[in-house]
């Protein structure tokens, strides 16, 4: 029994966690509030591409401090409007076809994305039912703390948890296939059985043309 893991940003989108964030701070309940909250990023925006470039989990643990004070029912009332202004319009040509074609071979596509989970829920309905590994916002008393729950969606943990989830689900990683843009992704694409590249950076396409991996262009019209 099979499963299909796939990345999402840069993968079958191309937005980047950075994107729904901006969305999310130009819409506190004032234009003083969203004012602080972007005055705030852009101070920390430094030190934010530099933990980008040395630790994914560092950097998605500093971005998502900006949801911190953020109540749950806003989070979740504007969600859809996010999915249909951020993801939606970038998602890739060929995106939903290559998930359909996964799902019609009788695979469990899994959407496995360090984006918050009530944005890729909707993303995974929208590509036809998918299951989704995706980051949580910690909430006390219904308002975000600005901290992720553990464990955090995000670099070799992402591999981890890919393991947890065939195990607990019963499908066998040598006949599972996981997609990825990203040379981050490498540990996530190699414990299964069949990795691909998808819309590659430089270096995982450099790896996958060595390993013959194959290399899928969902970012270009047909």
Known sequence: MAASYFDVDGTLVSTNLVHPTV???MRQPTPLH???KLGKAFVRAPILALAEMQDRRLFNEMLFMSYGGM???RLLTLAEEAFDKVLKP???PGAKELVRTCKDKGHEVVLVSGALDFLMQLLAEHLGGCSVIANKLEMKDRFATGKLLR???AGPEK???VRDHARANGHDLDACFAYSDSYSDVPMLSIVGNPAAVNPDRKLQLLA?????P???LDRAA
Do not use: C, G, Q
């Open 151 to 153: 464990p955090v969606v």
């Open 90 to 92: 970038n998602i890739y």
């Open 34 to 36: 969203s004012l602080a």
């Open 215 to 217: 290399i899928i262009r």
């Open 23 to 25: 969305f999310y701070m």
């Open 71 to 73: 109540s749950e029912d």
């Open 209 to 213: 043309s060595t390993y013959h991996w």
């Open 159 to 161: 591999a981890k948890l």
